[in-house]
């Protein structure tokens, strides 16, 4: 098993900056991506960022150029920068991995959800 545990989040103004944070244990043999992904009420759960392994990353269209996200490999860790947050950033975070385990079997894993509000 893989458990994620998250930080960050809260409450801000538009225009504001907020840090989520995610980290990863467990039967871990490598996190193969890492990404975070939310959902509004009312709405489907959608990607917000992805990076795998080796470094590539996906960014929805909506957060590209305000939120950046990063890992560190060693400390199965990524983070989600947001910057210049609008009122429909507002949602709960999750973050997501895709991992293999150390009995070499693929597992997904979802963190608990942080709060994510931006008033305007």
């Known amino acids: 098993q893989v458990h994620l545990v998250e930080s960050g989040g809260g409450l801000v103004q538009a225009g504001g900056s907020l840090r989520l944070s995610c980290v990863a244990s467990g039967s871990i043999f490598r996190i193969n991506a890492m990404g975070w992904y939310r959902q509004s009420p009312g709405k489907q759960r959608e990607l917000v960022a992805r990076?795998?392994?080796?470094?590539?990353?996906t960014y929805a269209d909506s957060v590209k150029g305000r939120f950046t996200i990063s890992r560190d490999n060693a400390k199965n860790t990524v983070n989600l920068q947001m910057n210049s947050l609008q009122p429909e950033d507002t949602a709960v975070y999750y973050c997501n991995a895709l991992a293999t385990t150390r009995a070499l079997i693929p597992h997904e894993s979802w963190g608990q959800g942080a709060q994510v509000t931006v008033s305007s």
């Open positions: 990076i795998r392994y080796g470094g590539s990353i």
